[in-house]
């Protein structure tokens, strides 16, 4: 069987991946980066706050973590409200205690319904980034293009008439986009994205927009609850890859390790304990820089 020769002339073929989204490069091949202070790793902690309606929408497709049982889905509706009412304020005791910041990638709907929830957190210094409309706001290449605006645009609205600033920040649910997104996001004034988790450094897309990677495989909803690990096991993965991440960068400069957390989940009584201890000890170690993604976005923009 001969090869069709229209795919030996693929129009998109090139070095890295085949888009022009962005210039692909191998993160020793660049500019080693330096944090403020001479630290060596920036520890980015992001809160996921989230507001489930009770019944998925499914288009244009359901929202890790949604309603799983026949509807009303009750158990699994006030499992993640309890993130909202309990779960959030452990970990904002927990920041305070170690005196550090945290970027909390929040629904837009959260804003209306808990508003008193977006204030302490801007209160106590901790960032807001945009994180779509609610749990059903999902977005993928079949969302009609004024939809996924419309979409973007309502959660940033919500944001800002709640906190009076507009978000710098978006993390898509399940960091999922579509092919619009990138400009979409560029043309609301977004300046940083966290959905393409390639990387351990931020990078710019060819139209400007910056990707700030939060590994999804870092995260506690992948640790604690699909790969069933305990809260002890997550925080050792956490130290240990600190501690490569710090070796690492003796040679090849700064590095981010982005720390994903979920109130309904990492907040709960049995897990908080050691989630703190975990953030005492980042937060000690000398070559820690914990800081928000704005802030991380901003330095590396500094160095670029």
């Not at 993390?171 to 619009?180: D, P, V």
Request: negative net charge; contains cysteine.
């Amino acid at each position: 069987m001969t090869l069709d020769p229209a795919y030996l002339n693929y129009p998109k073929r090139r070095r890295g991946y085949d888009h022009d989204i962005y210039d692909w490069s191998a993160i020793q091949d660049r500019k080693p980066v330096q944090w403020l202070r001479g630290k060596s790793v920036a520890v980015w902690i992001c809160v996921s706050l989230e507001w489930f309606p009770i019944t998925p929408s499914d288009v244009p497709f359901r929202a890790p973590g949604h309603m799983q049982t026949a509807f009303p889905d009750y158990r699994h509706y006030t499992a993640r409200d309890y993130g909202n009412r309990v779960g959030v304020y452990r970990l904002l005791d927990a920041f305070a205690k170690a005196g550090i910041k945290a970027s909390f990638a929040t629904n837009g709907a959260i804003a209306g319904r808990y508003p008193e929830l977006v204030r302490d957190i801007v209160a106590a210094g901790h960032e807001i980034i945009a994180h779509s409309t609610d749990m059903n706001g999902t977005i993928a290449s079949g969302l009609p293009i004024e939809e996924e605006r419309a979409l973007i645009s309502g959660s940033l609205v919500s944001l800002e008439a709640a906190t009076g600033k507009r978000p710098n920040g978006w993390l898509s649910i399940a960091r999922s986009q579509s092919w619009n997104t990138p400009d979409l996001l560029k043309d609301a004034g977004i300046t940083y994205c966290c959905d393409w988790v390639n990387d351990e450094l931020p990078y710019r897309f060819r139209n400007g927009l910056i990707n700030l990677p939060l590994n999804h495989e870092l995260s506690d909803r992948q640790i604690i609850t699909v790969q069933q690990q305990s809260v002890d096991s997550y925080a050792q993965s956490m130290t240990d890859a600190f501690d490569w991440l710090t070796a690492e960068a003796k040679n090849f400069g700064g590095r981010i390790l982005p720390l994903h957390v979920t109130p309904y989940i990492i907040g709960l009584p049995y897990r908080i304990d050691a989630f703190e201890r975990l953030l005492m000890e980042l937060a000690a170690r000398p070559e820690a820089w914990v800081a928000t993604g704005e802030e991380i976005v901003s330095v590396w923009k500094e160095q670029q």
